[in-house]
């Protein structure tokens, strides 16, 4: 196992090396915890999962998130479907460590709920505008159900593209991926 270790290792270093940079050249590469590639991302995308995990909660869900200069903002929710249904939501911050240019570590901390309720079907809602129409039932909580939690957590973000992100991020009421577009990044190729 030593012998593997150390062949992966000098192979690494040689792939890397150059005839007058040497290691400094792979040190240069492959420099850790360079927090000035926080500073030049801004992202926006999309996150499905589970909301409410390890609960009777848990239930698919959508939602959103944000990255500007490594501080991360996202959230999660799941909405009744069905007559006597329950709701799941969380909404998380954190920070991104950049571990190699291509991988950051995310600690999370945040605020999760949960609650029974009951869908009116007796009741339908039009909003109807100029673009779009919607319709809907009215969704009323359960007196006594909704709980509230605290939520903590990490993730992981994997950056194979300068502009393209791959968010993976467990806490102890969520479990969920997600896509990031860095808008800075692209706005800066056109």
């Known amino acids: 196992m030593k012998r593997r270790l150390l ?5 690494a270093c040689s792939l890397g090396a150059q005839a007058q940079g040497g290691f400094a050249q792979v040190e240069k590469e492959y420099k850790l915890f360079d927090f000035q590639l926080n500073a ?3 992202e926006f995308g999309l996150n499905v999962g589970q909301a409410g995990s390890f609960s009777p909660y848990a239930d698919f869900a959508m939602g959103a998130n944000l990255l500007f200069n490594g501080f991360y903002l996202d959230f999660l929710a799941s909405d ?6 329950h709701v ?3 909404i998380n911050a954190g920070y991104q460590i950049p571990i190699l240019r291509w991988l950051r570590l995310m600690p999370l901390i945040g605020y999760a709920q949960t609650n029974d309720g009951i869908t009116d079907a007796s009741v339908t809602i039009w909003e109807i ?5 919607d319709t809907y039932h ?7 159900s909704r709980s509230h939690y605290f939520n903590y957590g990490g993730g992981l973000s994997i950056q194979p593209c300068k502009w393209f ?3 993976l991020i467990a806490t ?3 479990l969920y991926g997600g896509v990031g577009v860095d808008l800075v990044t692209i706005a800066r190729t056109r």
């Open 138 to 144: 009215p969704y009323k909580v359960t007196r006594g």
């Open 7 to 11: 062949v992966l290792v000098f192979l």
């Open 40 to 42: 030049k991302r801004m």
């Open 165 to 167: 992100s791959i968010n």
């Open 88 to 90: 799941a939501f969380c």
């Open 80 to 85: 009744p479907a069905k007559w006597n249904d």
């Open 172 to 174: 102890n009421n969520a």
């Open 129 to 133: 505008d100029e673009d779009s129409s």
